[in-house]
């Protein structure tokens, strides 16, 4: 979809393409009513801002569509297909790498009730297991401010992935 595209759709087409980006209606909602946007960096700039901050229910909503890091979601939506290309580098090809990533989930959600969410695109499997030892060190605060951070920036990935297509 195009910028030019996106402006001039209507409301129900433009919330429906923003929603595999991320499915909370509040941010959905501010990103689409903003239209129109003088050019992609206005857009991304504006998901930015509608993103920060997310509330504590926002998060727990926008986390039980997130697939456990290192495993693909589920289904054939536009969202569960973006995941399973954003984790395209976090194949079983090194098994100790996967079953640590495995224990290192358990591990998160045992500590906090939820999965591990981070920005996997661009990121090697190492690089997400580190950041998955260290997170386990944190306090529920620390990552709810993360989450919210990692949220935003797969949202503003995404959308931007979205409009380059």
């Not at 100790?96 to 981070?118: P, T």
């Not at 190492?126 to 920036?153: K, N, S, Y």
Request: hydrophobic share 45%.
């Amino acid at each position: 979809m195009q910028l030019e595209q996106f402006n001039d759709a209507d409301l129900a087409d433009a919330v429906a393409s923003l929603r595999p980006c991320l499915d909370i209606q509040r941010w959905i909602d501010e990103v689409a009513d903003s239209r129109p946007y003088s050019d992609v960096d206005s857009l991304l700039n504006a998901a930015r801002r509608a993103a920060n901050p997310f509330s504590p229910a926002e998060l727990e909503a926008a986390l039980a569509h997130h697939p456990r890091i290192g495993e693909r979601a589920a289904g054939t939506s536009a969202e569960a297909r973006l995941s399973a290309a954003e984790q395209a580098g976090l194949g079983a090809e090194d098994l100790a790498v996967a079953e640590a990533l495995a224990d290192g989930n358990r591990a998160y959600e045992q500590k906090f009730g939820q999965v591990f969410l981070i920005r996997a695109a661009g990121r090697s499997r190492e690089e997400i297991l580190a950041a998955l030892h260290v997170r386990l060190g944190h306090t529920p605060e620390q990552e709810e401010r993360i989450i919210g951070e990692q949220l935003r920036e797969i949202a503003v990935l995404r959308l931007e992935g979205l409009m380059s297509t």
